[in-house]
């Protein structure tokens, strides 16, 4: 049996207060609106309750973000991506983000089980006043139980279309990828993160996002396998490998709070999901 999960979400500003609502079809959820930081932000947790996906599923997600709303969306824990015995697993996101508005997607990672066959694409469209942060985390079986990413595919899809495009294809067994020193060196897990806009964006922003994110870095255990860069006068993105996935995710929040603070003057308030 395949899943096929839709979730349309949708966010709106309305009396300065940041609201969501959603219409879903199939195991897909959207927990109850929190608002840790007061009105202008609304926290949501996105919830799959089969908790993994194997061949054949879909998790399609649409996402809205409407003039002056800030939306945060995170998930309860990681996507699974399993033993495909029957084709693609599908995991997709598409947002539009308007005028005046802030998303951010910041889901926990996604974890490619060894004779996966899996596809994970997040396309985001930015009107020229919009703004979003985003990070993406991939973990490639389970190293610390022994549960190694032997076999199986993992492709990946970020774009923001007519700005920025990257794909790539994980081959478990393409020893030159992932065991050089051109490829991931060993490393099990790579995590990226991501603040975009839909113009360019300042320099003096993006040189102060771009030093707190080094200075974090260079403090970092893995400070030699990481960067920080603006590929693009409208993207800023951090990179990081790591053998494990709890390093990278720890110095990933702690920048995604640094840039709150120097792009968007807003302290760095976590999810509660992540508190648990």
Request: aromatic share 6%; hydrophobic share 45%.
């Given at each position: ?26 195991p ?25 996906l ?5 998790l ?16 309860p ?12 697993a ?25 004779q ?35 076999q ?28 050089s ?13 991501v ?10 922003r ?26 693009h006068?409208?993207v800023i ?15 990933l ?15 760095g ?8």
């Open positions: 049996m395949t899943w096929l999960a839709h979730l349309q979400l949708d966010y709106a500003r309305e009396s300065n207060r940041s609201v969501a609502r959603y219409l879903h079809q199939g897909l959820r959207i927990l109850q609106s929190l608002y840790p930081e007061g009105d202008a932000v609304c926290h949501n947790v996105l919830v799959h309750p089969p908790g993994g194997t061949g054949g599923d879909t399609d997600m649409h996402v809205t973000v409407g003039e002056g709303a800030h939306g945060l969306v995170t998930t824990g990681a996507t699974r991506f399993y033993r495909s015995e029957a084709g693609l599908t995991q997709q996101v598409h947002a539009r983000v308007e005028a005046g508005a802030r998303l951010e997607w910041l889901p926990l990672e996604a974890i490619a089980y060894n996966c066959d899996a596809l994970n694409r997040a396309v985001f469209e930015l009107a020229p006043d919009a703004e979003m942060m985003t990070w993406d985390i991939t973990a490639l079986g389970l190293p610390a139980a022994q549960l190694p990413f032997a199986g595919t993992f492709r990946q899809h970020l774009e923001i279309p007519g700005v920025w495009l990257e794909r790539g294809t994980l081959d478990a067994q393409d020893s030159r990828l992932m065991n020193p051109l490829g991931l060196a060993g490393h099990r897990c790579m995590a990226t993160l603040f975009a806009a839909g113009s360019a964006i300042a320099a003096e993006s040189e102060s996002a771009l030093a707190c994110a080094r200075e974090a870095l260079e403090a970092s255990p893995l400070r030699l396998s990481a960067g920080a860069t603006s590929p006068p409208q993105v951090v990179r990081v490998l790591s053998p494990l996935t709890e390093p990278a995710v720890q110095v929040r702690q920048i995604w709070a640094q840039w709150r603070a120097a792009l968007w003057d807003m302290p308030t976590l999810p509660r999901i992540w508190n648990m």
